[in-house]
Every structure is written in structure tokens, then in C-alpha cells.
């Protein structure tokens, strides 16, 4: 079955930096786009970023932009979301999705537990 481990959330100072990591199995990783979403307390969810299957395209939202870069690793299958210069309002719960298709991140049908990442000093 479709499995979706996030890691690498915990508590960064504001500017600071941290990692996360989802690693997926279940399907064949290569084959679907996959994407990054989050949800901070009492709002609803947004979606962060997303990366072809083939890692050729990317994209992320504009609160992030310049900030939070995606990436994948198909040999690892594990997909990364690097972020820096972290500010309290990116405290959320992120979560690793995968996409319903190869170069389509906004169609997705399997969800990680989500990893907690909290911004503060």
C-alpha cells in the first residue's frame, strides 16, 4: 500500500532553516508528481509546492517564494523540502502528498501523517 513518511520538522528560530524529508513507497515514486502542503492552526490547508515526476518542473506558492525549493530523489524515492529563512508564519503541520499524475501537482490521492515544524525564538 501507498505509504508517506514525513521527517525532519521540529522547532527553528526565525531565519533559520530546516529540511523535511518524505520518503514513499507502495508505488513506483518515478512515475507521479509530488507535492508539499501545510496547515497552521485554525486555517485551513495550502499547498507549498510541487515537482514533476522527472523533477523538470517546479513550482511553489508565492508565500514561499524564494524561500522553500523542492526537490526529489527517484533512485531514494524520497522527495525534500528545503526551507529557509523561516518565519513564525510558516508554523505548521506539512504533509507529503502524491500526485493522481506524472506533471500534475494540483490532482493529488495519498497524504503522509505530516511532520510538525514551528518557527519560533
Given amino acids: 500500500q501507498v505509504q508517506l513518511v514525513e521527517s525532519g520538522g ?10 523535511l524529508s ?17 496547515q497552521a492552526p485554525g486555517k ?6 510541487g515537482i514533476y515526476s522527472d523533477g523538470s518542473d517546479t513550482s511553489v506558492a508565492d508565500s514561499v517564494k524564494g524561500r522553500f525549493t523542492i526537490s526529489r530523489d527517484n533512485a531514494k524515492n524520497t522527495v525534500y523540502l528545503q526551507m529557509n529563512s ?3 508564519k510558516d508554523t505548521a503541520l ?3 502528498i502524491k500526485g493522481k499524475y506524472s506533471s500534475n501537482w494540483y490532482e493529488y490521492d495519498y497524504w503522509g501523517q505530516g511532520t510538525q515544524v514551528t518557527v519560533s525564538s
Avoid at 518524505?22 to 501545510?38: E, P, Q
Avoid at 485551513?44 to 509546492?49: C, I, K, Q, T
Fill in 44 to 49: 485551513g490547508l495550502e499547498w507549498v509546492s
Fill in 86 to 88: 523561516l518565519k513564525p
Fill in 10 to 19: 521540529g522547532l527553528a528560530q526565525p531565519g533559520g532553516s530546516l529540511r
Fill in 22 to 38: 518524505c520518503a514513499a513507497s507502495g508505488f513506483t515514486f518515478s512515475s507521479y508528481a509530488m507535492s508539499w502542503a501545510r
Fill in 94 to 96: 506539512y504533509y507529503c
